[in-house]
């Protein structure tokens, strides 16, 4: 009987041999792949179109100044500038009248939305195309001073509503195109 046991248990043993090195056969492990996810990238830029400093600048005159955004970057982004003027001396900036394109970008909050998400490489279509110095607003206080158009420009991807972190918004403002 104990002949028997250690013949069958022999057996046993040798068919799970058997069958795991037939399974040997059948089983496979792959080289782990690396799976690379680069980042895709933010970065505009404000284009003047070779706006140079206008010196003896006078009452009436409209002077060219185009201000485009261009995307220098990989994703898709949403775009706003602020136009700040000032005259030196703190004077009343009333009679300055910024030419600007309502048709595309949208005043919100002091800030000019550009209502179309702007695609790698591509320019927004002007924000503003000149600037007029009012001949009936400007008295004589105004001979020899400075104006200053800060023009500043942001933009954030338009994707995952990153606008409501970034700015602060709760929703884009009405007529700004959704992602």
Same mark, same amino acid.
């Given at each position: 009987?104990?002949?028997?046991?250690?013949?069958?248990?022999? !057996?046993? $043993?040798?068919?799970?041999? $058997?069958?795991?090195?037939?399974?040997?056969?059948?089983?496979?492990?792959?080289?782990?792949?690396?799976?690379?996810?680069? $980042?895709?990238?933010?970065?505009? +830029?404000?284009?003047?179109?070779?706006?140079?400093?206008? #010196?003896?600048?006078?009452?009436?005159?409209?002077?060219?100044?185009?201000?485009?955004?261009?995307?220098?970057?990989?994703?898709?982004?949403?775009?706003?500038?602020?136009?700040?003027?000032?005259?030196?001396?703190?004077?009343?900036?009333?009679?300055?009248?910024?030419?600007?394109?309502?048709?595309?970008?949208?005043?919100?909050?002091?800030?000019?939305?550009?209502?179309?998400? !702007? +695609? +790698?490489?591509?320019?927004?279509?002007?924000?503003?195309?000149?600037?007029?110095? !009012?001949? +009936?607003?400007?008295?004589?206080?105004?001979?020899?001073? #400075?104006?200053?158009?800060?023009?500043?420009?942001?933009?954030?991807?338009?994707?995952?509503?990153?606008?409501?972190?970034?700015?602060?918004?709760?929703?884009?403002?009405?007529?700004?195109?959704?992602?």
């Amino acid at each position: 009987m104990k002949k028997r046991l250690i013949i069958t248990l022999s !057996l046993v $043993a040798i068919a799970i041999l $058997a069958i795991g090195g037939t399974m040997a056969w059948f089983t496979s492990t792959p080289e782990a792949i690396d799976n690379t996810f680069k $980042a895709g990238t933010v970065d505009i +830029e404000v284009n003047e179109n070779g706006f140079e400093n206008i #010196t003896n600048w006078n009452p009436g005159d409209e002077t060219n100044k185009d201000v485009t955004v261009i995307s220098k970057g990989t994703k898709k982004t949403y775009v706003r500038v602020q136009l700040t003027p000032t005259w030196s001396n703190e004077m009343s900036i009333d009679n300055i009248e910024l030419m600007i394109n309502d048709n595309d970008w949208i005043l919100h909050d002091g800030w000019y939305y550009y209502k179309y998400i !702007l +695609e +790698e490489n591509e320019e927004t279509s002007k924000l503003l195309d000149s600037v007029k110095l !009012l001949g +009936e607003e400007t008295s004589n206080d105004y001979q020899g001073a #400075t104006f200053t158009l800060n023009v500043k420009a942001e933009s954030v991807q338009a994707s995952n509503d990153a606008y409501k972190d970034v700015w602060g918004l709760t929703a884009l403002p009405s007529g700004v195109e959704e992602y």
